[in-house]
Antibody, heavy 117, light 106 residues
Framework: EVQLVESGGALVQPGGSLRLSCAAS????????MHWVRQVPGKGLEWISF????????DYADSVRGRVTISRDNAKNSLYLHMDSLTSDDTAIYYC??????????WGQGTLVTVSS | DIQMTQFPSTLSASVGDRVTITCRASQSINTLLAWFQQKPGKAPKVLIY???SLESGVPSRFSGSGSGTQFTLTISSLQPDDFATYYCQQFSTSPWTFGQGTRLDI
């Protein structure tokens, strides 16, 4: 069974940093591109980042570009999202998502990031 | 960026109804569109990919159609489990943008 388990969400002050992690299991992690999607509670979905299987190609939404870095460790079956210069606009649930045959075919349960003083 | 416009934003229906949700792209995305269902407190789940391909395990009452800029998600006979929020997303060009969602209410 495919499992994606995010962690690292927390209450952080404006201007702070945070690293989110996603532990993958139940599939060959190194064979799949991975994404991060976020959702302000009660609002819509926003795609924010993507990384290819080898980590050689990465992409970001303009809303986070320059403040966020996606990375992966295929040996540890893990995906990461490092976020800097956080603002209240970054308050959201962050989902780790697998790209598969059916596009974004498996989602984690999400981890909540709250940016507030 | 490609803008995805979804309508209606809210839809009230009853069990057994046939419902259609529309998603329009600001430029052609061929058939590179997916539909997701999200229930409160849960992660989204893919229903349809490449505009009309049904994901494994998804009931056949869900169907998708369209190409270019206009797409529809149809539920042929609503079941109680279908009351949720539905999102379209284009995966033609980064950033891979979502529609704003359609909440399907009883």
């Amino acid at each position: 069974e495919v499992q994606l388990v995010e962690s690292g969400g927390a209450l952080v002050q404006p201007g702070g940093s945070l690293r989110l992690s996603c532990a993958a299991s139940g599939f060959t992690f190194s064979s799949h591109n991975m994404h991060w999607v976020r959702q302000v509670p009660g609002k819509g979905l926003e795609w924010i980042s993507f990384i290819t299987t080898t980590g050689n190609t990465k992409d970001y939404a303009d809303s986070v570009r320059g403040r966020v870095t996606i990375s992966r460790d295929n040996a540890k079956n893990s995906l990461y999202l490092h976020m800097d210069s956080l603002t209240s606009d970054d308050t959201a649930i962050y989902y780790c998502v697998r790209e598969g045959r059916a596009w974004l075919d498996n989602w984690g349960q999400g981890t909540l990031v709250t940016v507030s003083s | 960026d490609i803008q995805m416009t979804q309508f209606p934003s809210t839809l009230s229906a009853s069990v057994g109804d046939r419902v259609t949700i529309t998603c329009r792209a600001s430029q052609s995305i061929n058939t590179l569109l997916a539909w997701f269902q999200q229930k409160p407190g849960k992660a989204p789940k893919v229903l349809i990919y490449k505009a009309s391909s049904l994901e494994s395990g998804v009931p056949s009452r869900f169907s998708g159609s369209g190409s270019g800029t206009q797409f529809t998600l149809t539920i042929s006979s609503l079941q109680p489990d279908d009351f949720a929020t539905y999102y379209c997303q284009q995966f033609s060009t980064s950033p891979w943008t979502f529609g704003q969602g359609t909440r399907l209410d009883i």
